[in-house]
């Protein structure tokens, strides 16, 4: 990483200066507006438009922090953030070494931790033009693979841990007699100097960054961006077959995250820490476009493990404003208390990812002196819901729309419910097409990503995008979250689809077959459990033990948050007549044990 000045102080003085609430307006755009009609400037750029904007206005105010487990603190400011985000736009310029034309723009993909390259990386890539596409560190060597291959990237970005994934996960396609992928893959290394050996054909991005003088930055030329250009590609589990790839444009995340800064209620004086992984759309919701649309600071704490005490401890120390967090952390920090929290400045907390316990709403005010506990709800394939916070009497909703989404309850076909009926919670797309919402769904094709066609008329329907989540609307116009409609594991904020699982579990031995369903935790709200038919020669071994070396295989065979934390062996699965293994039945058997 870049050599580090340690701050240890003065930050609210400079917080202070620039206090301000948020505006609608950004230079001449007005993003809350471009929301409310659905027509969207022709050329749009998130990074030179809106971010380059508040470092013109405010140079000096602080816009990344990021602290580290010994308590030492970074801090760049607007300015300096703005100067590396266009160093990390040249690298990727200088590396593809091609005018990056827009609408073939190439997929670079990213799969670093917590470290502020990823940040630098993120904005460059909107500078010159490329799909970015992050992915988590606990992807496998496997899982790598299938996002090389889908995408067709041009580069792939990550650090020395986890080097030896991506080398794996290329050597195996380059082996492949049907695949010409991977053969002039850009593989960019992240180290902690700029003067590291690089291994094989690895470059460094450090290195390469330092080489970059002020002539070349005041010479800097922004991609031409439409806003309807693909911008982002993330991928996301889905219930049958592989992830799928989730596109979005300049303008998507760019413009229509206004609306979750303006849920969030940020401002240019607020801190606010978003506890998610780079790899997910929530990091980017949340710890990249919400926040500086708003001109608030970014918060990251680089802690490896997000646990209740150390949290609480920085939330005790750091003057952090605003936080979110997948309610499974709320949880564990409400389980942790022996006496009222001691926050240095927070006044505001979300909860995110899945649904927010009415309890530990209730012990965390009574703990915290009434801080707000909300939740939030949003998806990959869009923004926050825009929604009118509940009050008491609504316990539990995720509030009444604002108009930013026409959103409502529908049937499978499209067709509006009757208010306080079970539906899907759908989202309009006609006559105006939220600004927010994702253009389509991606598939592998022979020259490179394509639109799914089959998957988008599945989710496009009747003039309405499905969400394919549960809920119902209450006379007053409340949305109530029921659960997920497809067989989703949501587990402490991990999206799990059960395919992935049972892939992992065939190559096992010991399964003849598997189901993987959601569980009922107390911690993680959710984990899997797989149901396992046995092999024959396996089924008089020691459960205890196989059951533990099945968990280590999944762990190793795929990313290690997907693995079943219960296991059943069973005799058989329920199927329907055609032979389809019913989770639902599954799943129904282990919520009815709660």
């Not at 970015?132 to 792939?156: K, N, V, W």
């Not at 094989?200 to 439409?226: C, M, P, Q, R």
């Not at 649904?355 to 009434?370: D, F, M, S």
């Not at 600004?435 to 599945?458: A, C, H, I, R, T």
Request: hydrophobic letters at 35%.
């Amino acid at each position: 990483m870049l050599n580090q000045t340690i701050v240890k102080n003065g930050l609210n003085s400079i917080k202070r200066k620039y206090s301000r609430a948020l505006s609608q307006k950004v230079g001449e755009l007005d993003l809350e507006e471009i929301c409310r009609t659905g027509i969207t400037p022709e050329k749009f750029n998130f990074a030179k438009d809106v971010f380059d904007w508040h470092a013109e206005q405010r140079p000096s105010a602080p816009a990344l922090w990021f602290s580290n487990e010994n308590g030492e603190d970074r801090i760049w400011t607007f300015d300096e953030l703005r100067k590396e985000t266009l160093k990390a736009g040249l690298v990727l310029q200088n590396l593809l070494n091609e005018p990056l034309s827009v609408g073939t723009s190439p997929f670079v993909l990213t799969v670093l931790p917590r470290i502020p390259e990823w940040w630098f990386l993120h904005m460059g890539a909107i500078r010159v033009g490329t799909i970015f596409c992050p992915g988590t560190t606990m992807l496998t060597s496997e899982d790598i693979q299938y996002r090389l291959e889908a995408s067709s990237a041009h580069m792939i970005i990550t650090d020395e841990e986890n080097a030896e994934k991506v080398e794996r996960a290329q050597q195996t396609i380059l082996n492949s007699t049907s695949s010409s992928t991977c053969k002039k893959l850009k593989k960019v290394i992240v180290t902690n100097s700029t003067t590291d050996a690089t291994p094989g054909d690895w470059v460094n991005y450090n290195k390469l960054s330092a080489t970059i003088s002020e002539s070349d930055l005041l010479n800097f030329k922004h991609a031409d961006t439409k806003s309807e250009d693909i911008a982002q590609a993330f991928f996301t589990s889905g219930t049958t077959g592989k992830p799928k790839m989730v596109a979005h444009v300049q303008s998507s995340y760019g413009i229509g995250h206004i609306e979750t800064a303006r849920q969030l209620g940020l401002k240019h004086d607020d801190v606010f820490w978003n506890i998610s992984d780079p790899g997910w759309a929530k990091s980017s919701y949340s710890n990249f476009f919400a926040p500086w649309i708003a001109g608030s600071t970014v918060f990251i704490h680089q802690m490896k493990r997000f646990e209740a005490k150390p949290v609480l401890e920085a939330l005790r120390t750091k003057p952090v404003t605003k936080l979110c967090a997948p309610p499974t952390l709320f949880r564990a920090m409400v389980a942790e208390a022996n006496q009222s929290f001691q926050f240095k400045s927070l006044r505001y907390a979300v909860g995110a990812g899945e649904a927010v316990n009415p309890e530990v709403i209730r012990a965390w005010k009574e703990l915290t002196g009434n801080i707000p506990l909300d939740q939030m709800y949003g998806q990959t394939e869009f923004t926050v819901l825009g929604c009118e916070i509940p009050g008491e009497d609504k316990q539990g909703s995720l509030g009444r729309p604002n108009g930013m989404y026409d959103a409502m309850i529908v049937d499978e076909s499209g067709n509006e419910m009757p208010r306080g009926e079970e539906g899907v919670i759908a989202v309009r797309v006609k006559p105006t097409y939220p600004v927010g919402l994702f253009k389509g769904y991606l598939k592998p094709g022979p020259s490179g990503p394509e639109w799914d066609d089959e998957k988008n008329m599945q989710s496009f329907i009747n003039n309405v995008y499905l969400t394919g989540d549960k809920g119902y609307m209450d006379k007053d116009g409340f949305i109530f979250f029921v659960g997920r409609s497809d067989d989703i594991i949501n587990s402490a904020g991990y999206r799990i689809g059960p395919n992935e699982v049972e892939s992992a579990l065939q190559t096992h031995p010991a399964v003849v077959e598997s189901a993987a369903v959601s569980s009922p935790d107390p911690q993680r709200g959710e984990v899997v459990k797989a149901f396992i038919v046995l092999n024959e020669q396996y089924r008089n071994v020691d459960k205890s033990q196989l059951t533990i070396e099945i968990q280590t295989h999944v762990k190793n065979t795929t990313a290690p948050y997907k693995y079943p934390r219960k296991i059943e062996f069973v005799n058989s699965l329920p199927k329907t007549v055609s032979g389809k293994i019913l989770r639902r039945e599954l799943k129904r058997q282990e919520f009815a044990k709660k």
